[in-house]
T-cell receptor, first 113, second 111 residues
Framework: NAGVTQTPKFQVLKTGQSMTLQCAQD?????MYWYRQDPGMGLRLIYY???????DKGEVPNGYNVSRLNKREFSLRLESAAPSQTSVYFC????????????FGQGTRLTVV | DAKTTQPPSMDCAEGRAANLPCNHS???????VYWYRQIHSQGPQYIIH???NNETNEMASLIITEDRKSSTLILPHATLRDTAVYYC????????????FGKGTKLTVNP
């Protein structure tokens, strides 16, 4: 049981390049989330998906797109990376309703130069 | 969703109890109080949650005031490994699907 798996763990991009961060969970959770965390800051919600086929904006969605490919996978895409998107990105999942313990991946450390 | 207020930092001596406060004065009747922690640069980890009764598990205790406007997370015997950022979150169990984190409290456990 791997929990929440994020790939890649590290990435360096040049300004203007695009990339997709991958996230997969094996806990049959309905809800999945993408957060970013800048140095010395708390987590800020980028996008979330309450269930397969649905996505909603969080606090800081600009510059990102997401896809809930199926129940297991939730990807985050940067179409044209900017230095301001340098951050650590965390994916999380939890079951919808009832007990809402969220499980987090280990993060993707992205640097845009 | 209700907002929370936490002190930015706290210190605690190893072996002593760490009491981390959280203010959530605008909490709604259907919102739970959740606590997570983030050790170094790892992904956050769930600690405990509660609605209105005090809760205890193997990691910590959660004390919620009778009016539910504030709560305290208690680590009964803090160790160096408890040094982390602790986040207090309020969220309903149904309806809103967002888990919104604030800046948390940086707890430093000193030897």
């Amino acid at each position: 049981n791997a929990g929440v798996t994020q790939t890649p763990k590290f990435q360096v991009l040049k300004t203007g390049q695009s990339m997709t961060l991958q996230c997969a969970q094996d806990m049959n959770h309905n809800s999945m989330y993408w957060y970013r965390q800048d140095p010395g800051m708390g987590l800020r919600l980028i996008y979330y998906s309450a269930s397969e086929g649905t996505t909603d904006k969080g606090e800081v969605p600009n510059g990102y797109n997401v896809s809930r490919l199926n129940k297991r996978e939730f990807s985050l895409r940067l179409e044209s990376a900017a230095p301001s998107q340098t951050s650590v990105y965390f994916c999380a999942s939890n079951s919808r309703g009832g007990f809402r313990e969220a499980f987090f991946g280990q993060g993707t450390r992205l640097t845009v130069v | 969703d209700a907002k929370t207020t936490q002190p930015p930092s706290m210190d605690c001596a190893e072996g002593r109890a760490a009491n981390l406060p959280c203010n959530h004065s605008t909490i709604s009747g259907n919102e739970y109080v959740y606590w997570y922690r983030q050790i170094h640069s790892q992904g956050p980890q769930y600690i405990i949650h509660g609605l209105k009764n005090n809760e205890t598990n193997e990691m910590a205790s959660l004390i919620i005031t009778e009016d539910r406007k504030s709560s305290t997370l208690i680590l009964p015997h803090a160790t160096l490994r408890d040094t982390a950022v602790y986040y207090c979150i309020v969220s309903p169990t149904v309806g809103s699907e967002k888990l919104v984190f604030g800046k948390g409290t940086k707890l430093t456990v000193n030897p």
